[in-house]
Antibody, heavy 118, light 107 residues
Framework: QVQLVQSGAEVKRPGASVKVSCKVS????????MNWVRQAPGKGLEWMGG????????VYAQEFQGRVTITEDTSTDTTYMELRSLRSADTAVYYC???????????WGQGTLVAVSS | DIQMTQSPSTLSASVGDRVTITCRAS??????LAWYQQKPGKVPKLLIY???DLENGVPSRFSGSGSGTEFTLTISSLQPDDFATYYC?????????FGQGTKVEIK
């Protein structure tokens, strides 16, 4: 069974950066496509970016272009999401989600709360 | 980016009711449409993938249908455990956009 374990909660100042990690166990990172989804308080799910299973290249939602970078370390089966130039509207729970052969996000991390406040 | 529009935003129903949620895409995405269930404070859970395939362990009262740009999630007989928010997501073209969600409330 796949497990995704994310790093702990973060509190950041506006303008700072945050890097959230997500370690995969039960599968190799090469067997899944990793995605990052966020959810602001009381709001819906928002797909930020992920590795396109068609070619393995990172793709980012337009809203986050230039501000987010998603990377992988296959030696440790860990994926990372870095979001820069943080603002209060970035306060949210950030989830990693893994898609296997079915391509939909079957497995989810527990979520990481990132709070942005001055 | 492909836009996904869910309706209704909120749905009030009783235990035993048949419930249908609709999701429309701004362009054809067949069959790459998933449905997720999320309860307050919990992680989203995959219910349906490839528009109509039931995820392992999901009760058979959940079903998905549709093609092209219009899709539906049906709960044949609503149970107390089903009161939650439901999201559709297209994954035909990255980025894999979500609908805005449908909250199913107790009537």
């Amino acid at each position: 069974q796949v497990q995704l374990v994310q790093s702990g909660a973060e509190v950041k100042r506006p303008g700072a950066s945050v890097k959230v990690s997500c370690k995969v166990s039960g599968y190799s990172l090469t067997e899944v496509s990793m995605n990052w989804v966020r959810q602001a308080p009381g709001k819906g799910l928002e797909w930020m970016g992920g590795f396109d299973p068609k070619d393995g290249e990172p793709v980012y939602a337009q809203e986050f272009q230039g501000r987010v970078t998603i990377t992988e370390d296959t030696s440790t089966d860990t994926t990372y999401m870095e979001l820069r130039s943080l603002r209060s509207a970035d306060t949210a729970v950030y989830y990693c989600a893994a898609a296997d052969s079915i391509a939909a996000a079957r497995f989810w991390g527990q979520g990481t709360l990132v709070a942005v406040s001055s | 980016d492909i836009q996904m529009t869910q309706s209704p935003s909120t749905l009030s129903a009783s235990v035993g009711d048949r419930v249908t949620i609709t999701c429309r895409a701004s362009q054809s995405i067949s069959p790459w449409l998933a449905w997720y269930q999320q309860k307050p404070g919990k992680v989203p859970k995959l219910l349906i993938y490839k528009a109509s395939d039931l995820e392992n362990g999901v009760p058979s009262r959940f079903s998905g249908s549709g093609s092209g740009t219009e899709f539906t999630l049906t709960i044949s007989s609503l149970q107390p455990d089903d009161f939650a928010t439901y999201y559709c997501q297209q994954y035909n073209v990255y980025p894999g956009t979500f609908g805005q969600g449908t909250k199913v409330e107790i009537k």
